[in-house]
Structure formats: C-alpha cells, structure tokens
C-alpha cells in the first residue's frame, strides 16, 4: 500500500470533553492515497424484498413520502441512489406469473414469514421510483432451484426498464447456508450465473458475486483466512473464469442485537466512535485491494450493511448518533475505495435468530418509517439527513476523489486510530474532496466532531475550532458552511435534526403526516478566515473555490429565496470575517 503519511495537526487540549482546537497542516493537494472517482450512487439503499411494497406502495398506493425522500437525492448529484432488492427474504421469493398482488408475505400464526410471492404488479412498483433508478435484484440460491432462479432473472428483466438493470446476486449471506465452501459455491454461483446470461441473452457482465455476512477473517491471508467465503476467495475459486462478474459484494454489521453478548456491545457511545468503525473498515481494505485489481476501480461493494444486525436497536440506530455514524462510515469506507454502499432497510424477521431483541413492525436502523408499526408512527428518523449531506458532498461532480486527510493513515494504509495509541484525535475527522479539475486545493471539505454531546446532558457543550486555513485556495478565500446539526447523539425525534437548518421530518400539515419536504429556513454560512467553530455531535460541509458556483450547490439549496434573508450566520467563537468577495459571490450566488 502507498504510505502516505498524512496531515498532522497542532493539537491543544484544554477541556475534559476533547479538542478545542485542531489546525490542519496541509499541504492541500490531492493526498496518493486518495480514491478513485466517487461514484454518484455511493449513498445507496438496499430493501429487504419482503418489505419493499412497505416502502414504496404500489400503482394505487404509492408511498409518496418515499419517493420524496429518494427525489431529495436525486436532486443534489443527477443521479438517483440504487436500489438492491434483496436480503434474507431473497432466498425464500419466488415469481408467481399469475398472481395479482404485487407482492404477498406468507406468515404464519406466530408471525414468522415463511416465503415471499411476487406477481408482474411488482415491477410497477419500481418505476415508481425517480428515474434513472438502478436496481440490482437478489435472486433465490438457497433452494438449489435453477429453473426458479431463472424464471425470477427473466421476469426482472422484463420487468424493469431497458438498461435499469445493475446487476443480480444469487443468494444472499450464502456463507450462511448449506456449508459451502468457496469451492462449491463458486461451482454452482458460476454455472448459474452464466447459464442464465446465455439463456436470456444477458450482455456483459452483469453479475455480483458473494453478498456475503462474516465479517474478514484476520490475519489476512492465512489459510483460514483465504478458506472463508467472500469476494476474494469466490475470485480465487474461479467465480470469474467467464468475465460475467461486474461487482463484488460484502455486507458489514458493525454491531447486532441478534444475541445477549452482543446487545451489550450496541451502545450509542461504541457506534459514535471514529477509532471503532475505522478499525472494523480496515479489516476489508485487503479483500476492497484484491477485487478491485481483477475487476476495475468500482468494483468492490458493501450491497447490504447497518449499524446494528437484527434489525437495529431503539436508543442507538434510530438516533442522531447513528446520524453520525453513517457520515463517517460512508466517507471512511469511501475513503479506502468501496465504490457504493447499500443501507439496508426493512424489519425484525422472526426466524432469524432465537434470541434477537426484536420482533414485528419495521427496524429500528430504518432511515424512515413509510408506514405506520408496531415500533412507530410514520416519520423521518435523524439518519436520513446525513444521505443529503453526502449528496451534497457529491454534488454534480463526476470527477470527485476523497481522502481521510485527519487523522489519517498510518504506514500500511490503515487509519491513525485511538487504539493505537493516539488518544487525542481519535473523534475529530476530516475527509477533503478533490476535483480532478483542480488537485492543487479539496473542493469541499467534511468536518466531523464525534464527540458525543447528549441532549440530556447540562453545562457547556464542547465545541472544537477546526483550522483549515491551509486548505484554502487562497488566504482570503470565502467559502460556505452547511451544517447537520440535532440538539444532541441521543436524539430520535428527526424534527430536532437539521441540515442547512432545514428539517426533513416536518408534518405537512398540522396533526398531518410527514410528507419529506424541507421545513424551516435554509441555512448557510459564507466566511472567510479559516476556522471553522464544530459542536461536539455536529458535522459540517465546507465548500469553496469553483464549486462555490457550482449549479449543483445551487439548486440543493431549495428554498433559496429565504436562503438570502438568513444565510449570515455568524459562529459564535469563530474567527469569521466577511470578506467583499464572499458579499459579492452570496449575492450574485442567489439571484441564479
Ligand atoms: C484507492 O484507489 C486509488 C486508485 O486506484 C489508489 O491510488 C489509492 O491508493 C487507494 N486508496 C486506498 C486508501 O486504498
Ligand atoms: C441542478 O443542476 C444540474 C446541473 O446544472 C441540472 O442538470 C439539474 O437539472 C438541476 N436540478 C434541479 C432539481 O434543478
Ligand atoms: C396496493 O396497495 C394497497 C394498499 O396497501 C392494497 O390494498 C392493494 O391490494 C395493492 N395492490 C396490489 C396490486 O398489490
Ligand atoms: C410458502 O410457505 C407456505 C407454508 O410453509 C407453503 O404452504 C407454501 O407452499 C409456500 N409457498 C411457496 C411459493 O413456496
Ligand atoms: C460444500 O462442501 C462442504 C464441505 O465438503 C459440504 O459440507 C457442503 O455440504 C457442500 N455444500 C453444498 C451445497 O454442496
Ligand atoms: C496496519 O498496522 C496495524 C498495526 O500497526 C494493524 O493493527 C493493522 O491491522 C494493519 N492494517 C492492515 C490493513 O494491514
Ligand atoms: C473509541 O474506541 C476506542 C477503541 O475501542 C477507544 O480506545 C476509545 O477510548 C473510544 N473513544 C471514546 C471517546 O469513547
Ligand atoms: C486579503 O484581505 C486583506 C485584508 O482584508 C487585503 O488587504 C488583501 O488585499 C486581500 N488579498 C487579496 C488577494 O484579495
Ligand atoms: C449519552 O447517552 C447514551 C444513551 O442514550 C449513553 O449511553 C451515553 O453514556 C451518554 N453520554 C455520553 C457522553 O456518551
Ligand atoms: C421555504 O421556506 C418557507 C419558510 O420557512 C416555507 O414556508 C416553505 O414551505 C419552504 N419551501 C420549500 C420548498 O421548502
Ligand atoms: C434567522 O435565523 C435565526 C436563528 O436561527 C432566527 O432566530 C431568525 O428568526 C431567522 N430570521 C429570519 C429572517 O428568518
């Protein structure tokens, strides 16, 4: 791995809580390790197929605070998020030509669902969904059924649009079932995958391999290690040999509820801790280095993840915290070239475990609930204003790369962790994004402060001035400021969330529902000078130099004619001083 030994900063510690100061070092060009071209999609869902008519209703029932939700995307990249649609449930659904319901869960008198049928109705669903929304569809492996994986792979493919297709799996955590072995799983996985492309004509490569659930083995490559299913290993076992395989897939619970053991570990201050999902990250980088050398640079996945497995945990994965948590998981992961991630989405399975915490009603990591359940009324949770966060961080850009610039890599190209011994920095971060059009100065910045501050909590909320005025494409250089922001980690109540002072989780009515649209004024600060004041538990955009023109900042910022009544916010503490250009760009800037 390249060793980039990366920014170091000055570091003052005044009070109990952290860092009151951090100063980026520099230099400002693009770092060596930083990734490839960021995809658009990077910030990416995947639904649980038994769930998905949940989620999105149907023809005459759609479920418009979805759409909305995925619109809100759209919007800020051109490009909409994709969808996989798979899960546990993959394996246990199944096409049924005549069947009028789009979609029919057959559970029994305890609650447990036994299969899944889909009818044509279904693929209505999907175009529903914005357009240009990819789908990638998990086929049934788990009952060694071919002729069943192919009628499913046929009526897909009629169903969805002309090239909406991304890719198939087949099988889903099949490390999970029937004991396979990379041997025979590739033999079968490979042999279907290539019967089904000649049988329906499927050109290219259109396969994803693996979508599997273990967590890496380590030491990487030992013989235990290099036993285990997963992408490298289906490569090594000749996945491949036929050039059909497009993407590679794993899937990442940092933490589960699925077991006694393990619910004690899913607490709020673990899943809000830099150092944690770091470390857990890097336990891929080897497998993300292997895949991409034999596929391309896009080709490693996480097609399935959460925080907490079992379907999340109440006080921890519907929180603020969690906010937090899949900014930074989605930009470190971005950062060590996982090219896409999928959110997973749906609710408790009761077969899945006998001792999980949850049964019924939809999950607790949900981004939002579409629907009314046992486990909440409709409404938008913390977590999904971190998607429009990335978005923005994305924007129209097709030429983006990122790099953890703080605290940055060690020698071998794993992060500078806490647990290795630097206790000081371990929840500050910072990511820079380089257009290839100027690699000289990052044209956004990300400025996490992990800190964990509680809206239980009394006295001063800590806060930290980060520096950044060696980032800056000139001393003077103005640049703006979006911040997602909640009164504390420990926050559930998505209506005390914002981003750019706006919440998404807002009622459309009095006593009405939430219908996703932006409430509240938007919010953005133009400053110049260089330090940036971040609450404990708040992250902030930076945007400067030409993407401070940039439509696609424009036109995220929806309710611009309030953005110019209240966009000169002033950070309290922060050394923030107006400069003309900064006047001159704010107004010029709203009046497109
Ligand atoms: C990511 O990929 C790019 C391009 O292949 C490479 O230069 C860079 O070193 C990689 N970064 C990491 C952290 O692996
Ligand atoms: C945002 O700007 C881009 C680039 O100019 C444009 O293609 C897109 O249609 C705009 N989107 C909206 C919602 O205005
Ligand atoms: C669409 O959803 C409604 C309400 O959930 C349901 O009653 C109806 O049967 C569904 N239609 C189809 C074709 O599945
Ligand atoms: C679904 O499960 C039920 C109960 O086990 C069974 O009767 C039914 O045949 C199954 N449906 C399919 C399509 O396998
Ligand atoms: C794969 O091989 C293992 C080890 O020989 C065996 O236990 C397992 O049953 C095989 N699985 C399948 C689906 O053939
Ligand atoms: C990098 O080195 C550290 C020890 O210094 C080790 O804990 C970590 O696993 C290594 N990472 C990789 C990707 O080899
Ligand atoms: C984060 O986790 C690391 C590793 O477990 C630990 O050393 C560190 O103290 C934690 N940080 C906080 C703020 O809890
Ligand atoms: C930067 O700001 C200072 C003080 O406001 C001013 O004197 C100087 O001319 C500015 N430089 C540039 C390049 O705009
Ligand atoms: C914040 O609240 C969570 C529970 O919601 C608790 O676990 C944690 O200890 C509290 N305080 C801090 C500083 O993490
Ligand atoms: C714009 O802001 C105003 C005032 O907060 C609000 O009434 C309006 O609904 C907002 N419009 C949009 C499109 O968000
Ligand atoms: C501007 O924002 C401040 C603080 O968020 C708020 O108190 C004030 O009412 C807003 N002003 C306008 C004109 O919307």
Known sequence: ??????????????????????????????????????????????IETAFFQDFFGN?????????NLLSHLKDRTGIAPEIRIGGITADSTYWKPEQNAALVNFVDSTGA??????????????????????ITMNLDLHDLDYQGALSMAQATLKGLKRDQLATFEIGNEPDHYLSFTPANYT???????????????????RWQVAATAEDPLWPYGTATANS???????????ANKDNIVKYCSEHTYQYSVCDPPRIRVATLPNLVNHTRLAMYLDLWQPRIKTVRQQL?????????????????KDGVSNTFGQALWLLDTTFYAASINVSRLYI????????????????GGLSFYDMWYPVQNTNGPIQVFPSYHTYLFIAEALGYSKTLHISNIYPGRQSNGSTITTALGDQSAGQLVVYGFWDESDKTHPAKLALLNMQIWNETMTGQRPATQFDISNHLTSKNASYIVRRLQAPGADVKDGTKVTWAGQTYSGLATAGGLPDGTARGDYKEEHATGGVITVAASEAVLVIQGSD?????????????????????????????????????????????
Not at 113 to 124: C, D, Q, R, V
Not at 228 to 238: D, E, K, P, V
Request: proline content about 5%; glycine content about 8%.
């Open 1 to 46: 791995m390249l060793a980039h030994i990366a920014v170091l900063a000055l570091i003052t510690l005044k009070s109990a809580y952290g860092l009151d100061n951090l100063k980026l070092k520099g230099p400002a060009t693009i770092p060596a390790d930083a990734s490839s071209r960021l995809h658009p999609a990077l910030a990416s869902f995947s």
């Open 59 to 67: 023809t005459t029932n759609p479920n418009q605070l979805s759409l």
């Open 113 to 134: 669902l036994h299969n899944t049928t889909i009818g044509p109705e279904f693929w209505k669903i999907i175009q529903l969904l914005p357009d240009s929304t990819k």
């Open 187 to 205: 033999a079968i996985w490979s042999k279907w995958a290539k019967d089904i492309s000649t049988a329906l004509q499927i050109p290219g490569p």
């Open 228 to 238: 285990q299913l997963g992408c490298a290993s289906a490569l090594a076992a000749g």
């Open 296 to 312: 391309g640079d896009d080709s490693f996945l996480i097609g399935e993840y959460n925080s907490v497995s079992c379907s999340g």
């Open 344 to 359: 997973h989405q749906g609710g408790p399975l009761a077969l899945q475990s006998s001792t999980q915490l949850n049964h």
């Open 548 to 592: 401070l023109h940039d439509s696609s900042s424009v036109n995220a910022s929806s309710n611009s004619s309030h953005s110019s009544k209240n966009s000169s916010e002033l950070v309290k503490g922060g050394n923030f001083i107006w400069g003309l250009l900064g006047v001159l760009l704010f107004y010029g800037w709203t009046m497109i």
